[in-house]
C-alpha cells in the first residue's frame, strides 16, 4: 500500500516563500514519479511541478516555472517544493502524489496515490 503525506503549508504575503513536503512510502517499480498540483476553488486542478525516480528530470509549469523549486531527500522518501516569490493566484490546495508515468498532464496522475491535500494562502 502505497502513502502520501503532505505537510508544511500555510499562510505568506506576496512575495514571500514557502515549503510544502512531501513524504511517501510503500514505492513500487510501477509507481516511481512523484508529482505536485494544486486546486483553486472555482477552478480545475493544475500540474505544478514532476519528478523522476533518478531525480535527473524535474518539470514545472510555465506559471511557477523559475519561481518553484522541487528536491528530494532519499533517505527521508520525502519532495520539497520550495515557492518563492509567491503570488495570490498561488493560493490554493497543494496536493502530492504518486505516479506511474513520468508527465506534466495531469489525467494519467488520476489512477496515482493522493495525498489529503494542504491550504497554501498567500495574502496581506
Not at 4 to 29: A, D
Not at 112 to 122: A, D, L
Request: charged content about 20%.
Amino acid at each position: 500500500q502505497l502513502h502520501v503525506v503532505e505537510s508544511g503549508g500555510g499562510s505568506v504575503q506576496p512575495g514571500g516563500s514557502l515549503t510544502v513536503s512531501c513524504t511517501t512510502s510503500g514505492f513500487t517499480s510501477d509507481y516511481s514519479y512523484i508529482g505536485w498540483f494544486r486546486q483553486a476553488p472555482g477552478k480545475e486542478r493544475e500540474m505544478v511541478s514532476c519528478i523522476s525516480k533518478s531525480e535527473d528530470r524535474i518539470h514545472y509549469s510555465d506559471s511557477v516555472k523559475g519561481r518553484f523549486a522541487l528536491s528530494r531527500d532519499k533517505a527521508k522518501n520525502t519532495v520539497f517544493l520550495q515557492m518563492n516569490n509567491l503570488e495570490h493566484d498561488d493560493t490554493s490546495v497543494y496536493y502530492c502524489a504518486i505516479g506511474r508515468i513520468e508527465t506534466m498532464d495531469a489525467r494519467p496522475w488520476v489512477g496515482g496515490y493522493w495525498g489529503q491535500g494542504i491550504q497554501v494562502t498567500v495574502s496581506w
